[in-house]
């Protein structure tokens, strides 16, 4: 009887081990999630923007230009889109006031709001659009990607213009929106360099 009831004592602090050490992974496990969740800022959503742009020429000298938007989604939450915001600017042939103050090194030729630590000429504006996306019709799932597409018809002459981009995601942050810019200059001219 004595050497039964050592067995069951052993049991029972084996039992108390084993119990002590799930509970000490299950700790360490939370800690671990709460690490990369919040502190490593993984319930946002990340997504990384490509610009492939293209041109045609229509029938009557306009410009087609043709803008693919691809989106990635390279975090661990569901990207929501909710707005994008498209401009086309013109660089080339040089607007006369733009080309005044490139002359004269004015600082008012950049763009000084809205812009964080950016610090770009602001180029005449040909063409601007806002689209909005109702709940569920934009969503990209993680390690997926999607594709956005629009047309521009320019006027004969352009040369060179800055794209910019900015898709909007569903908010996230209580204190401002979260989203994604890119921009792309591009020259129509052929064998022209475009910078990507």
Avoid at 38 to 53: D, S
Wanted: with cysteine.
């Amino acid at each position: 009887m004595g050497e039964g009831m050592c067995w069951q004592e052993i049991k029972d602090i084996s039992s108390a081990i084993q119990s002590f050490f799930v509970s000490g992974g299950v700790i360490v496990g939370g800690v671990w999630a709460y690490w990369l969740f919040y502190k490593q800022r993984q319930k946002y959503p990340r997504a990384n923007l490509f610009h492939e742009i293209s041109h045609k020429i229509l029938p009557n000298d306009k410009i087609l230009l043709q803008l693919q938007v691809k989106i990635e989604n390279v975090g661990n939450v569901m990207i929501s889109l909710t707005r994008c915001d498209i401009r086309v600017q013109k660089i080339v042939p040089l607007d006369d006031q733009v080309a005044q103050s490139i002359k004269g090194s004015d600082e008012s030729l950049y763009i000084g709001e809205n812009t964080r630590l950016d610090y770009e000429i602001h180029w005449p504006l040909i063409k601007d659009i806002v689209r909005e996306c109702k709940d569920g019709l934009c969503e990209i799932e993680p390690n997926e990607s999607d594709q956005f597409c629009y047309d521009f018809v320019l006027e004969p002459g352009i040369e060179r213009v800055s794209v910019y981009t900015y898709f909007i995601n569903k908010s996230v942050k209580k204190e401002n929106e979260l989203g994604w810019s890119l921009t792309t200059i591009y020259d129509f001219l052929p064998g022209g360099q475009n910078a990507k």
